[in-house]
């Protein structure tokens, strides 16, 4: 679902498009009974037709909105019809975009951001990887580190129940992680192969 500024979906307005994946668009939106910034995803025109993908964003959706902790993007609101999510809107926009601002810090500015950033993003994965029952993000890339307010957040984790894919989790290879972040183990599960996944893959793709 296309949006444009000022349309209004629900109780959200929309601001302006801030981004897109391979079957989502991004919003910055207004949710105008509580008067506060959120970011509002929507499925691409393509991903509208596909049941399989809009189960997989759906399975997506549910289980991060069960995360709970300090610098994992929160989910605010699920609709089915028309197809919506309302998550925690980052206003500092994401690491792929300050890479450039990093570099052009003095060396040791620069240390400082990226042990921050770091250390941040290995606490994330440290909460996710120690729940019970044990969940991979599987999607660690620039695009889904965000800054809000100041605070290093980490967005759309795909969070496969465990390294088989068990248990009504997101199994489709179609949402996986970006290829030029995704472990080589997981790339051949994607061709198919029985392959296990475990932390090491979130780990891989975060020093990637």
């Given at each position: 679902?296309?949006?444009?500024?000022?349309?209004?979906v629900?109780?959200?307005?929309?601001?302006?498009k801030v981004g897109e994946g391979g079957f989502?668009?991004?919003?910055?939106?207004?949710d105008?009974?509580?008067e506060r910034r959120v970011a509002l995803k929507?499925?691409?025109?393509?991903s509208e037709q596909d049941e399989e993908r809009?189960?997989?964003?759906?399975?997506?959706?549910?289980?991060?909105?069960?995360?709970?902790?300090p610098s994992i993007i929160q989910v605010y609101?699920?609709?089915q019809d028309p197809f919506f999510v309302v998550m925690e809107y980052a206003n500092g926009g994401s690491l792929k975009n300050a890479i450039n601002t990093l570099k052009g810090l003095d060396l040791i500015s620069s240390l400082q951001e990226i042990y921050k950033i770091s250390f941040s993003v290995l606490s994330d994965l440290q909460y996710i990887h120690t729940r019970e029952p044990k969940r991979l993000h599987l999607d660690v890339k620039p695009e889904n580190i965000l800054f809000c307010k100041g605070e290093v957040?980490?967005?759309?984790?795909i969070l496969l129940r465990d390294g088989k894919g068990r248990e009504g989790t997101i199994t489709s290879p179609r949402l996986a992680a970006s290829k030029y972040y995704a472990p080589p183990e997981q790339e051949k599960r994607i061709m198919g192969q029985n392959v296990e996944l475990d932390e090491r893959s979130d780990i891989f793709s975060f020093i990637f």
């Open positions: 679902m296309e949006l444009n500024s000022g349309q209004e629900g109780n959200y307005r929309i601001i302006r989502t668009n991004v919003y910055e939106a207004e105008m009974s509580l929507t499925l691409n025109k393509e809009k189960n997989d964003v759906f399975l997506q959706t549910k289980q991060q909105a069960k995360l709970n902790h609101h699920y609709n957040k980490l967005a759309d984790p």
